[in-house]
Nanobody, 115 residues
Framework: QVQLLESGGGLVQAGGSLRLSCAASRSILSIIRMGWYRQAPGEERELVATIRLGGSTNYVDSVKGRFTISRENAENTVTLRMNRLKVEDTAVYYC?????????WGQGTQVTVSS
């Protein structure tokens, strides 16, 4: 089992920045892939960014150049740095871990970007 706890969401004006953190209950050195997904009202949950154990990353096109995902192995956390936020980035952001053949999810953190 993996428990994930997100933090760092909130309200920010367009053009601003936020940093989301996800703390895992086990060593993330055992987790092949971690990532962030988001779900806006009335929309499907979508992938935002993933990072694999070796450090390779993947981003949805709409956030490339603005968001950065990183792993802090010593702290068992994954961070999503979000810059130049847009109104359309408003959503609940979920941390995800793929471990032992299963997906695990955090409870989500709200990010609201005002115009």
């Amino acid at each position: 089992q993996v428990q994930l706890l997100e933090s760092g969401g909130g309200l920010v004006q367009a053009g601003g920045s936020l940093r989301l953190s996800c703390a895992a209950s086990r060593s993330i050195l055992s987790i092949i892939r971690m990532g962030w997904y988001r779900q806006a009202p009335g929309e499907e949950r979508e992938l935002v960014a993933t990072i694999r154990l070796g450090g390779s990353t993947n981003y949805v096109d709409s956030v490339k150049g603005r968001f950065t995902i990183s792993r802090e192995n010593a702290e068992n956390t994954v961070t999503l740095r979000m810059n130049r936020l847009k109104v359309e980035d408003t959503a609940v952001y979920y941390c995800n871990a793929f471990w032992n053949g299963h997906d695990y999810w955090g409870q989500g953190t709200q990010v609201t970007v005002s115009s």
